[in-house]
């Protein structure tokens, strides 16, 4: 006997991954170009590696800080502050274990059986499943897809807002399409939370993978004191510590204790010597970020220019983060094309049905890697398409 009908329905509603099915299927196919998971192919820098190994060392294997510990929350609100011009103060700073744990954390805190939370889609999955996981109802807002790319209907986000509420949630610069809101569409949607007293949950883990700048626009540039807004992070994309599962919550200095209670409660906070890590990488990190990001420009380029060649593809050229999600003339089924290319091609993609249902027909590919993979990558891909007929 199973036992499975014992267990709560919430639990059991929970979505599998369609990317982990196709990672599933191609993972040990030989020869095959891996562009189907969010990270890239580089290692943890050595010098990050070697601070947790010194922290290792010294015995710092036992309970610590369930804020974080002084020393990185500093450096955080240190980064925070030269990164966008605000003064950031460390009580803000939430040591978490990986951007996924910052916002199971947030959500639990925000929602609840009966509410609404509303997230700008497409999106990666975990989002909205940890949204049902907390017994909340996400509530989807689509980008629409035109000439000059995605962008997002106000109109629509206002309109889908209702008495049931709580919070909006806001990945920019965005996982899958790469949309990165501005600065007039980040001050109208703080606005409108102002207005109708919810929060705003500001997921920008890929703010520092912009191809217009050292930056995307940022709630912070529009934040002002007591905003209903919620920053979600992570070590994971800038300083290739993907494996490593840090990240962090900024938030109001007053959330402080509940906080540290879910993070009590949860995973009692993150092993002191992998802070150790996350401090040189804070402190020390930046020319590894900036090697990155120009690194991952090129890639955009090389895999854009290639498939716009095949004539066939439905792609724009992402303003941000390290994805392209594209449709292919004549594929409907984008989730059945994502194993055939794994077969047929020797590509791994991830279906865009994980995303959102309205984007059935995409695949994305994180181009994040070297740039002979990505174009090897991008030319079986548009040869497999011209074989379509």
């Known amino acids: ?5 014992r267990l709560r329905p919430g639990a059991l509603a929970a979505p599998e991954s369609g990317i982990v099915a196709v990672i599933n299927h191609g993972r040990l196919r030989e ?42 929350r500093g450096a955080l609100a240190d980064y925070t502050t030269r990164l966008y011009g605000r003064e950031t103060s460390a009580e803000r700073i939430f040591v978490t274990g990986s951007g996924m744990h910052a916002i199971q954390t947030v959500v639990s805190a925000l929602v609840g059986e ?32 035109g000439e000059a ?62 191809y217009a700048g050292a930056r995307a626009p940022s709630f ?11 920053f979600i992070n992570s070590f994971s994309k800038n300083w290739a510590m993907t494996g490593w599962r840090i990240g962090w919550i900024e938030a109001p200095e007053s959330f402080g204790n509940l906080i540290e209670n879910l993070i009590q409660y949860s995973n009692s906070g993150v092993a002191a010597f992998m802070q150790r890590g996350a401090v040189a990488a804070v402190e020390g990190g930046e020319a590894f970020v900036e090697e990155q990001i120009a690194r991952a420009h090129k890639a955009r380029d090389i895999f854009c220019n290639i498939l716009l060649a095949t004539n ?16 292919i003339d004549g594929i409907e089924d984008g989730y059945a094309a994502a194993f055939r290319l794994v077969d047929e091609a020797g590509v791994g993609l991830a279906p865009g049905t994980a995303f959102a249902p309205t984007t059935g027909r995409y695949l994305r590919a994180c181009f994040h890697r070297r740039l002979d993979e990505v174009e090897e990558a991008a030319r079986r891909i548009a040869d497999w398409i011209g074989r379509q007929g």
């Open 1 to 5: 006997m199973s036992h499975l009908h």
């Open 31 to 72: 020869g095959l170009i891996p562009l189907w998971a969010g990270e890239g192919d580089l290692p943890t820098p050595a010098f990050i590696a070697d601070a947790a190994a010194e922290g290792l060392k010294r015995g710092e294997t036992f309970y610590t800080w369930q804020r974080g510990i002084p020393e990185l």
């Open 114 to 145: 009966g509410d609404e939370i509303l997230f700008v889609a497409p999106l990666w999955p975990n989002f909205a499943a940890a949204a049902g996981l907390s017994g909340a109802t996400p509530v989807e807002v689509s980008l629409e897809f």
């Open 149 to 210: 790319g995605w962008s997002l209907d106000l109109d629509r986000l206002r309109a889908a807002v209702t008495p049931r509420t709580k919070a909006i949630f806001v990945n920019t610069p965005n996982n899958p399409t790469g949309w990165t809101a501005d600065r007039a569409t980040i001050a109208a949607i703080l606005e409108l939370a102002r207005e109708r007293g919810i929060f705003v949950i500001a997921d920008e883990i890929y703010s520092r993978f912009y």
């Open 220 to 230: 912070h540039d529009e934040m002002q004191d007591g905003d209903p807004l919620i």
């Open 312 to 327: 066939r593809v439905q792609i724009s050229r992402p303003e941000g983060a390290f994805y392209a999600f594209f449709a």
